[in-house]
């Protein structure tokens, strides 16, 4: 990351952000609603847990042959995809419910999505949401240089091609959590004295990982090694399958919302000032996508309105196909940019576009 602090304007010249927040409370308090989940959030959060967890109790049941039981793998990880996107998402954002007791347990599902808490909070809630698009700020924009995904990061001969085999990466997403980024990344965050915001006890950050590492591992790949009648590494096949339709999933998500045509990639100037406030920062660093189609948006966890997430990640998923609304006339009544792609298609056409215009050469790009 940057040793650069930067910094946000202070300077509201169109006074969007009071006049949005004015909008968006008065929403809330003239219909009387909760910004915190509701029945349907439970409901989703009961069907998505089916998803994820029935098929494993299929598998170790062992009834079925080989091949449905990698069908039934990929449907684990499409299941781990939507649980992190409709459940755990909330509740590590605290929108889930009012009752912290509750987020805090939505939020531990991710242990058996092959996370860490600590380690997301830092990632996600502290760097993506604050810098969001900043290239050495945002290190959901870090991939090792394996994929150049700002048009301010290190260009390699192999980029070019990117547009091609990084669809293929992006499955690797969730198994490089499950057995070897997290531990590199506690160790990254500790060290810049990096936190979520409580007071950093770091044998006690170190004791979690590894024992929820070790009971996932223990859960998905030694369980299912000793019960079924099959061979060691079929099983291993298995649970790679499963992470890499996660991953592609997850991937995509993100990707879609903020490595597109139409989203900027802003930085700092020397002293670390940026030129807007941060909420209109992240109209121009974040789009929305299908926004019609609420299939998507239901198994998304409403991360296809992630402006709307960017500008309140404390409101829970379920309002903000209605708070959208607000926030779009509000952009546009200011003069800002709104981003947003009529459906899923539009959205990868320019996320791919986008990755090969990434992938080209600087010099040939300016």
Not at 213 to 229: C, G, M, T
Request: hydrophobic share 45%; proline share 3%; net charge positive.
């Amino acid at each position: 990351m940057n040793s650069i602090t930067a910094r946000f304007s202070r300077t509201d010249q169109t006074d969007f952000s009071r006049t949005l927040n004015s909008r968006v409370n008065a929403y809330f308090n003239e219909r009387h609603l909760s910004k915190f989940g509701n029945w349907k959030l439970y409901i989703k959060s009961a069907v998505v847990f089916v998803i994820y967890l029935t098929p494993y109790f299929l598998i170790l049941s062992n009834n079925f042959n080989q091949w449905v039981m990698l069908v039934l793998s990929m449907v684990i990880g499409a299941g781990m995809a939507f649980v992190g996107m409709c459940v755990m998402h909330d509740g590590n954002h605290g929108s889930y419910s009012r009752r912290k007791w509750v987020n805090n347990l939505m939020g531990s599902s991710i242990y058996i999505l092959a996370g860490s808490i600590f380690n997301w909070k830092v990632q996600h809630n502290v760097l993506h949401h604050t810098y969001t698009n900043i290239d050495g700020y945002d290190e959901d924009m870090n991939t090792g240089g394996v994929l150049r995904l700002s048009k301010h990061a290190e260009w390699k001969r192999f980029h070019k091609y990117q547009h091609i085999f990084g669809i293929f990466l992006y499955g690797l997403m969730t198994i490089n959590w499950a057995i070897r980024k997290d531990y590199f990344q506690l160790r990254d965050y500790l060290r810049r004295g990096l936190s979520p915001g409580n007071k950093v006890n770091q044998t006690k950050e170190w004791t979690i990982l590894i024992t929820t590492k070790a009971l996932y591992l223990s859960i998905w790949v030694l369980l299912p090694i000793l019960i079924l009648d099959i061979a060691w590494w079929k099983v291993l096949i298995g649970f790679v399958a499963m992470h890499y339709t996660a991953g592609i999933i997850l991937s995509m998500v993100f990707q879609l919302a903020h490595i597109v045509e139409d989203t900027e990639m802003p930085l700092p100037d020397e002293k670390g000032n940026l030129k807007n406030t941060w909420a209109i920062h992240q109209l121009h660093t974040t789009a929305d996508f299908a926004p019609k189609n609420w299939l998507v948006s239901w198994f998304v966890g409403g991360l296809n309105y992630q402006i709307e997430h960017h500008l309140f990640p404390h409101i829970s998923h379920v309002h903000y196909p209605r708070i959208s609304k607000i926030v779009k006339e509000t952009a546009r009544e200011f003069g800002l940019p709104y981003t947003e792609y009529r459906t899923v298609r539009e959205a990868i056409a320019s996320h791919f576009r986008m990755m090969k215009q990434l992938g080209q050469r600087p010099e040939v790009v300016a």
